[in-house]
């Protein structure tokens, strides 16, 4: 009973995720079973034949061939009902199947967008993709084959039983007592394997997660030396893996060989007192050879049932996962609201004070103003909270506890379509996604001229290295790809910045690849265009920061200076 109420669960929360495909996935359960009773009451049907043809001929009467050809079309149309209502039932699960798991990548897909950043951070870059991917093929896995099949083959065996019953019901009983022991058997199997089964798929999340760093990281660990580390490393991972993986397959693999060795048992148990029977006429001949037919196709639905178990008890862990992203509360952020604006971009921190993970802070106490139309540069050590401060002004991040406002606005009220159109930002690392270099540059924004758009990549510098491009403008690029240098990237990403014509304009190394004389031309360009604007540079560049209207020096999450420029 363990078996059936553990399936009934996993069929309940699929249902409720489902919706309203549940009643199309229970028509085609129902489907299945209709088409398998028509299957197994073949046997009993050529049994009540086989033992009228011994009666009629031990009478010496005459065995009516239109009969036999009645029931040979019977038996036929049993068949093709079979087959037909199976393959119509599989073609909508397998409909079902990828419309939910489509269905599920798009809401996953729109989660991601809509969490915090907070929670990306968290969560292993491995971990994440691998429940786009091995995750989703599990749970379709489940929807198209594993949920019907559970439901069919536990109930086919119930309905094998109760035949077997009609059949003989001394044989019956008897068969009856090794059912349970066989179940008992699975289920604890895996019970015990479900904890490993956990355990694989972190495993195998954390190795994901590993390679994306060995690749995208192999330089840094050729020239550190840090192979002999990386590699103990990630052995550690794979041993772990494989350790979860051995303990696993050890037990579900005995469930197989030893729902096997019961069935087997019963199966000699039947036959041995079959015979017993046959011979004392207790049982006919054609009851006895449908009751061995039963004992046989019973085994197959059998096994299925405690194989398909252990898979769903798989599969469920992975549908958890799935869920577990789907059920994560989303970041609060007020309604769109296109009357609003920022007027001039002042920026504001109030006693702000910050940490990425729980009592370890990033800032302390952090008070200071950007004031509209100047450029102000924040410099301090790496890692002294620079970053941070211009994470906080894009909204990616809530203060633990002050205020961070931009023209008296606190930026948790701020709508993010607000946020997006009056705030842009150059960071360290840019994004660029797969498209032209065009594309990158203009983005969403369609209603861009052509005069404008080479207007702002010769401020950036961007049109002096697209033109010795062979494809130009046209050139494909992408965030995995590395024909674009990083220089050149924050190119792009300035550009694309710049285009938006926002009131407040974050540039955190912005220019920092480039040669002093480049990185200067683009500089004085750039202040030509954003006159006016409220402007943060994060740098290490001297000569950039002796450029601009106030310098905020900060350390250790503090700020030590404010002073106007020298």
């Not at 079309?73 to 119509?88: E, K, Q, R």
């Not at 429940?131 to 599990?138: E, G, I, M, P, V």
């Not at 604890?188 to 490993?196: A, K, N």
């Not at 995208?216 to 794979?238: C, M, P, R, Y």
Request: with cysteine.
């Amino acid at each position: 009973m363990g078996v059936i109420a553990y399936g009934r669960n996993a069929l309940s929360r699929l249902e409720e995720y489902i919706g309203a495909d549940k009643v199309s996935m229970r028509k085609c359960a129902v489907l299945s079973l209709t088409a398998t009773f028509f299957l197994y009451i073949i046997p009993y049907i050529c049994g009540q034949v086989l033992d009228w043809m011994i009666s009629s001929t031990e009478g010496e009467g005459q065995i009516d061939l239109g009969t036999i050809l009645d029931v040979c079309t019977l038996v036929f149309l049993l068949v093709v009902v079979w087959y037909v209502m199976t393959s119509h039932s599989k073609q909508i699960m397998s409909k079902i199947s990828l419309a939910t798991t489509k269905r599920m990548r798009v809401e996953m897909h729109s989660k991601i967008m809509r969490v915090p950043i907070s929670y990306i951070d968290e969560m292993p870059a491995g971990d994440l993709s691998s429940r786009f991917t091995s995750d989703l093929t599990a749970v379709s896995k489940l929807i198209s084959t594993d949920y019907t099949g559970f439901v069919v083959h536990i109930t086919m065996v119930i309905a094998v039983l109760v035949l077997m019953m009609f059949t003989s019901p001394i044989l019956g009983l008897i068969y009856l007592i090794m059912l349970p022991l066989t179940i008992t058997i699975g289920r604890w199997l895996t019970d015990e394997s479900e904890e490993d089964f956990a355990k694989q798929k972190e495993a195998v999340s954390e190795l994901n997660s590993q390679m994306s760093d060995l690749i995208t990281a192999q330089k840094t660990i050729k020239i550190e030396n840090l192979d002999e580390s990386v590699l103990a490393k990630f052995g550690q991972s794979n041993d772990e893996f494989t350790k979860a993986f051995i303990r696993s397959q050890t037990r579900s693999g005995m469930i197989s060989p030893l729902a096997s060795i019961m069935s087997n048992s019963g199966y000699l148990i039947a036959v041995v007192l079959g015979a017993v029977l046959l011979y004392n006429n207790t049982i006919q001949v054609g009851m006895f050879l449908t009751f061995m037919i039963y004992v046989r196709m019973v085994n197959s639905p059998l096994m299925m049932t405690v194989t398909i178990f252990d898979e769903i008890r798989s599969e469920m862990i992975s549908l958890e996962r799935i869920l577990d992203i789907l059920q994560v509360e989303d970041e609060e952020v007020p309604d769109p609201d296109d009357r609003f604006e920022i007027p001039d971009g002042r920026a504001t921190f109030k006693d702000v004070s910050f940490s990425y993970v729980k009592g370890k802070e990033v800032l302390h106490s952090v008070s200071f103003e950007i004031r509209p139309g100047e450029i102000t540069a924040m410099v301090g050590p790496t890692a002294s909270g620079k970053t941070t401060v211009a994470n906080l002004l894009m909204g990616f991040y809530k203060a633990d506890s002050g205020t961070v406002e931009i023209d008296g606005q606190d930026v948790r009220s701020l709508p993010r379509d607000v946020l997006g159109r009056s705030v842009c930002a150059v960071m360290q690392n840019p994004w660029i996604f797969d498209g032209t270099i065009r594309e990158n540059v203009i983005y969403n924004r369609t209603d861009l001229s052509d005069e404008d758009f080479y207007d702002v990549c010769r401020i950036t510098g961007l049109d002096d290295y697209v033109r010795r491009l062979p494809d130009g403008y046209e050139t494909m690029v992408g965030d995995d790809m590395k024909n674009v240098p990083l220089a050149q990237r924050r190119m792009i990403s300035l550009s694309r910045a710049i285009i938006g014509n926002p009131k407040l304009l974050i540039l955190d190394e912005a220019v920092a690849g480039l040669d002093p004389i480049t990185g200067q031309a683009v500089f004085d360009r750039l202040k030509s265009r954003i006159d006016g604007r409220t402007v943060l540079i994060i740098s290490h560049n001297e000569a950039l920061i002796s450029q601009a209207d106030a310098i905020i020096d900060i350390e250790d999450g503090r700020v030590v200076q404010y002073r106007a420029s020298s």
